[in-house]
C-alpha cells in the first residue's frame, strides 16, 4: 500500500518552508563536511571545498546581492566552526558575485559541465584571496602563529644571511605562495569534481519551487 501522506504536506506553505530547511540544511552540511575526510575525497592533503560548492550553486540563476549574501553567511558560519583568520568571508563574497554576474551576463549555461568549471575557476580565486590575507598580515607588525595553528606548514630551515630579518620575510611569503599553489590546485579539482553532487538535487529543489510559485 503506498503511502499516504497528509494534506497539510502538498500545502504551498509547507512546501516552500520544508524547501527553506532543505537550503538552510544542506548550507551547514556543507560547512560541516569540510572536517570530514573520506577515502578518495582528499589531494594532497585537501578536500573539495563544500560551501564554495554551495554558494556557486545557489548563485548561477540568482542576483548579484543573492549571491553575495549566500557567500556573507556561509563564510560566517565556516568562520565559527574554523578559524576567523583569516576570514572565509571575503572569499565566498567574491565567488558568490562572479558567479552570479557570470550568469548574468550569460557567459555560462546551466548543466554539469558549465557548473564544473565554474566551481574550478572560482576555487582558485577564492583561495587566492585566502593567501592574499596571509601575506597581508604576514607584513603586519603581529603576526598570528599559523602554522602552529596548522594553516600553513611548518617552515624548512634556512642558512644564515647578511640580513636574516630580510631573508626570512621574502622566504615567508614565497612559501606562502607556494603552499597557495598546491591548495588551490588541489581544492580546484576536487570541488569541481564533486560539484554536480550538490549542484543536481539544489537545482532540482530550487526549480521546483520556482514553478509552484509561477503557478500560484
Given amino acids: 500500500m503506498p503511502l ?24 551547514i552540511l556543507c560547512c560541516v563536511l569540510l572536517f570530514v575526510r573520506l577515502p578518495g575525497m582528499s589531494l594532497a592533503g585537501v578536500g573539495p571545498n563544500w560551501p564554495l560548492i554551495w554558494v556557486v550553486a545557489w548563485s548561477v540563476k540568482r542576483s548579484i546581492w543573492q549571491g553575495a549574501l549566500a557567500g556573507l553567511v556561509l563564510g560566517l558560519i565556516q ?11 571575503f572569499s565566498l563574497v567574491v565567488v558568490g558575485v562572479l558567479t552570479a554576474r557570470l550568469q ?25 584571496v585566502v593567501a592574499l590575507q596571509f ?4 607584513l ?17 630551515p634556512t642558512p644564515p644571511a647578511p640580513n636574516p630579518e630580510l631573508q626570512q620575510s621574502y622566504y615567508a611569503l614565497g612559501e606562502i605562495w607556494t603552499h597557495h599553489q598546491r591548495v588551490a590546485l588541489s581544492s580546484a579539482i576536487l570541488s569541481s569534481l564533486w560539484a554536480p ?4 538535487p539544489l537545482n532540482r529543489l530550487w526549480e521546483r519551487d520556482l514553478a509552484a510559485q509561477s503557478d500560484t
Fill in 197 to 200: 553532487v550538490v549542484y543536481y
Fill in 79 to 89: 568562520d565559527g566552526l574554523s578559524s576567523p583568520d583569516p576570514t572565509h568571508v
Fill in 140 to 156: 603586519l607588525p603581529s603576526q598570528p602563529d599559523w602554522i602552529s595553528e596548522g594553516l600553513l606548514p611548518p617552515r624548512s
Fill in 135 to 138: 601575506c597581508l598580515h604576514h
Fill in 104 to 128: 548574468k551576463q550569460k557567459y555560462i549555461q546551466e548543466d554539469f559541465i558549465s557548473v564544473a568549471l565554474i566551481v574550478f575557476g572560482m576555487a582558485v580565486v577564492a583561495e587566492t
Fill in 4 to 27: 499516504q501522506l497528509p494534506t497539510w504536506y502538498w500545502h504551498p506553505r509547507t512546501q516552500l518552508l520544508l524547501s527553506w530547511l532543505l537550503t538552510g540544511g544542506t548550507a
